[in-house]
């Protein structure tokens, strides 16, 4: 890879008050790692909606050793609690429909998400929503749906999600999560509030990267990894969305990633061996100003590259 084209990008990505960090990971070698406006690397981060492809790695996990029977099962089955009077539709809700973002619950992105922080019970206060398309049928964008994915995975395993993610994904690879946020039950939030490192974040991408196999063993089922890039959705020009990952095509290559509010990426670009990871400081609104990835790796990340 050319270091100065690389440089010169990164130094532009620098500019954002808010950055801080980039680190580009190219034939498992870490290429460049920096960081920025008093970040460094033992520094946690929340990675918001990039849990969501966290959430997406546990449920294919949790299938493939028999504590969930398969995406297609109605979360009916796992909370039957929470559907004593829900209709027929509702019922048909299953745990696909919730990780492409197809339940058909209402839901508006933030406003929905601070009424329902307000409930003393999340799952109910969003299972409760009112059915506004068949199951299936409509994309629309909920971390209420991740939510409800990781209170099935504990009644399915029997154990927190926070605990099952560090027994069978996070421990094998030396990852330790700082923080996972909980709701007022103690279901651990499906769709953001897990606080990762940045390296911990590019080992999460490099698990992709290599279909699923850490160290030469298989963490994650290759079909989750297959999935990751399986769009299901087309969500503008620029987006399309997968299951708990989004997809774009840059300079020609494919790539997908997980894309947590604020500047927070883990991208895969498999043609190119790549994965690159950023996050930014999202607890100061008045700083923040989400990077432009797709720039970063159209004009430098990609033509930095040199050789095979």
Same mark, same amino acid.
């Given at each position: 890879? &050319? +270091?100065?084209?690389?440089? /010169? ?7 954002? !008050?808010? %950055?801080?960090?980039? #680190? $580009? ?84 992105? &933030? +406003?929905?998400?601070?009424? /329902? ?7 109910? !206060?969003? %299972?409760?929503?009112? #059915? $506004? ?176």
């Amino acid at each position: 890879m &050319d +270091s100065a084209t690389l440089r /010169v990008g990164l130094t532009k990505l620098g500019n954002n !008050a808010s %950055l801080f960090s980039a #680190l $580009v990971i190219r034939h498992d070698r870490l290429v460049t790692e920096r960081y920025f406006h008093g970040s460094g690397a033992q520094r946690s981060n929340n990675i918001h909606s990039a849990s969501k492809s966290v959430l997406q790695a546990l449920v294919h996990i949790a299938i493939a050793k028999g504590y969930i029977g398969s995406l297609d099962d109605p979360v009916v089955g796992y909370l039957p609690e929470y559907f004593g009077n829900a209709s027929p539709d509702k019922k048909k809700i299953t745990l696909r429909h919730m990780l492409t973002m197809r339940s058909g619950l209402d839901w508006t992105e &933030d +406003s929905t998400e601070s009424q /329902v922080e307000k409930a003393s019970d999340w799952v109910q !206060a969003i %299972l409760g929503r009112p #059915l $506004v398309s068949v199951p299936g049928t409509a994309y629309n964008y909920s971390t209420g749906n991740t939510h409800v994915v990781s209170a099935v995975l504990q009644k399915a395993t029997h154990m927190g999600t926070c605990q099952f993610a560090q027994q069978y994904l996070f421990g094998p690879m030396g990852i330790t999560a700082e923080h996972w946020g909980r709701d007022p039950r103690g279901v651990f939030s499906g769709g953001y509030n897990l606080y990762l490192t940045p390296r911990e974040m590019a080992k999460f991408g490099l698990l992709y990267l290599h279909d699923g196999k850490w160290g030469g063993e298989s963490l994650v089922p290759q079909s989750a990894v297959q999935a990751a890039q399986a769009r299901t959705t087309q969500v503008d020009d620029t987006f399309a969305y997968a299951e708990g990952w989004w997809r774009q095509t840059i300079s020609g290559r494919s790539t997908y990633f997980a894309w947590g509010y604020g500047g927070q990426f883990v991208y895969v670009i498999p043609s190119a061996d790549i994965v690159l990871v950023t996050s930014e400081n999202t607890g100061n609104n008045s700083i923040n100003k989400e990077i432009d990835s797709r720039a970063f790796l159209r004009d430098y990340l990609l033509p930095s590259i040199t050789g095979p």
